[in-house]
C-alpha cells in the first residue's frame, strides 16, 4: 500500500512547484542586492538569506501538508477552530496589531512580522469546501445550504476591511465566489445569491461612507489616479508604475542579463516584492517571463484538473480553492505591475519575497499535492478492481 500511495504523488506538480520557488530565491537576490545595502544599510545578500529560511520553512510545512491525509480538515474540531480562530486573531489586531502601510494588519515577532490574512485565505478555503461538501444534498436549500457560510465569510472580510486592507479582503472574496459557484448550485440559487450580495453592499454603504477618510486614503486613490494616467503622476504616485513599464521595454526578448538591472538602483523602491516580475522582464527578458507563466499556469491548470476527476466533493473544492487562489493572486500582481488594474500590493506566488506569503503557499500546495495524491491513488485502485474483475469473469466463462 504504501509503494502505490509513493506512486501516486504528482511529482511534475511537486517539482514545477520548487523550481519556480529556487526561481524566485534567485531573483530575490539579483532584485535586491543593490537596494539592501544603498536604502537600508544591510549586507547585499540580507533578503536572499532571510527568503531562504522562509523557503526551509515553506518546504517543512509542504511536507506536513503533503503528507496529512487531506481530509482531516473535514473534521468537526478542525472547522470550529478555524472558525473561531480566524475572527479571534483578525479582531485580536486591533488592539495588539502593528501599522504597516498605513494598515493594522500585522503582528510583530521580535524582528519578523506576520500578516494573519495571509492564513485567513487557507481558513477559508478549507472551511467553505468542507461546509459546501457536507451540504450537497441540499445544496439549493439556501436558506439551510448557502447563507450559513456566508455569514463566516462576511464577518471575516468585514474585519480585514477595518484593518484597512481592501485587497486581502477581495481576494478573500473572490476566492470564496469562486468556491461557492463550484459547490454545485443550480443557476436559481446562484441567482439568489448574488442577490443577497447585492444587497449587503447596500447596507454597508454607509459604512464606507462614514470611514471613508481611512478607507479611501490618498494613497489608495493615488493608485487608481495613477492607474487611469500613470505617466501624468510619474513624479508621484505613478513613480513605480512608470519604471515598471520602462524595465519591462528595457527587457525585450532577450533581456540586459542575470543581475545587469538599471530599474533596481532605486528606481523601483520594492523591486523584489510584488514589481519582482518588472526585474525579471528586464533581466531575462521574455524568456524568463514566459518561463514563470508556464509554471503558475501549471500549477492552476494542474489543481483544476485534479478538482475536475476527483471523486471526493471536499477534495474537488478545495483543489478549485488552493488553485483559484494562486491564479487571482497572480492576476493581480501581474495585472497591477501593468497596468492592466490598479496596483494592490500583492506578491507573486512562490517568486516574491515574503515569509507569510510563501508559508500560506507551502501549506496550500502541500494540499493540493496531497489531494492530487489520493485522487490518483484512488483512480488506479478503481481500475485494477475494475480489470481484476474482467479477469475473474473471463475465467468464469472458460
Request: proline share 4%.
Amino acid at each position: 500500500m504504501l509503494k502505490k500511495i509513493i506512486k501516486s504523488y504528482d511529482y511534475s506538480l511537486i517539482a514545477v512547484i520548487f523550481v519556480l520557488s529556487l526561481f524566485g530565491l534567485v531573483m530575490i537576490y539579483s532584485a535586491s542586492m543593490i537596494m539592501a545595502p544603498a536604502r537600508f544599510e544591510l549586507p547585499s545578500d540580507y533578503f536572499y538569506q532571510k527568503q531562504k529560511v522562509h523557503l526551509i520553512l515553506a518546504l517543512i510545512a509542504f511536507l506536513v501538508t503533503a503528507l496529512i491525509p487531506y481530509k482531516v480538515y473535514q473534521f468537526k474540531q478542525v472547522l470550529v477552530f478555524i472558525f473561531f480562530g480566524s475572527i479571534a486573531v483578525l479582531g485580536a489586531l486591533f488592539v495588539f496589531g502593528h501599522v504597516a502601510g498605513n494598515a493594522q494588519s500585522w503582528y510583530k515577532l521580535g524582528s519578523r512580522s506576520l500578516q494573519p490574512a495571509e492564513f485567513i485565505k487557507l481558513g477559508v478555503i478549507i472551511y467553505l469546501s468542507a461546509v459546501y461538501a457536507k451540504k450537497q444534498h441540499y445544496i439549493n436549500n439556501f436558506n439551510v445550504g448557502v447563507i450559513p457560510p456566508l455569514l463566516y465569510l462576511v464577518v471575516v472580510c468585514g474585519l480585514i476591511v477595518l484593518q484597512p486592507d481592501i485587497g486581502s479582503a477581495a481576494i478573500i472574496f473572490l476566492i470564496a465566489l469562486t468556491i461557492i459557484l463550484s459547490s454545485g448550485m443550480n443557476g436559481k440559487t446562484i441567482a439568489k445569491l448574488f442577490g443577497v450580495m447585492f444587497i449587503i453592499l447596500l447596507f454597508a454603504s454607509p459604512f464606507f461612507l462614514l470611514k471613508k477618510d481611512s478607507i479611501f486614503t490618498e494613497e489608495r486613490m493615488g493608485r487608481i489616479y495613477s492607474f487611469l494616467d500613470p505617466f501624468a503622476y510619474e513624479e508621484k504616485e505613478g513613480y513605480q508604475l512608470v519604471n515598471s513599464f520602462l524595465a519591462i521595454g528595457s527587457g525585450g526578448l532577450k533581456g540586459v542579463g542575470l543581475g545587469e538591472s538599471v530599474q533596481k538602483y532605486g528606481y523601483l523602491p520594492e523591486p523584489h516584492t510584488d514589481f519582482i516580475m518588472a526585474i525579471i522582464s528586464e533581466e531575462l527578458g521574455a524568456a524568463g517571463v514566459l518561463f514563470v507563466l508556464f509554471c503558475l499556469s501549471f500549477i492552476v491548470l494542474k489543481g483544476l484538473r485534479v478538482a475536475a476527476i476527483c471523486k471526493d466533493p471536499f477534495g474537488s473544492l478545495l483543489a478549485i480553492g488552493i488553485s483559484s487562489m494562486i491564479g487571482i493572486q497572480s492576476f493581480i500582481n501581474l495585472g497591477g505591475m501593468t497596468g492592466i488594474i490598479p496596483l494592490t500590493g500583492v506578491t507573486l506566488p512562490f517568486v516574491s519575497y515574503g515569509g507569510s506569503s510563501l508559508l500560506l503557499l507551502g501549506l496550500a500546495a502541500g494540499m493540493l499535492v496531497n489531494v492530487s495524491m489520493f485522487t490518483n491513488y484512488d483512480k488506479n485502485y478503481r481500475s485494477q478492481i475494475k480489470q481484476i474483475r474482467q479477469d475473474s469473469m473471463a475465467k468464469g466463462l472458460r
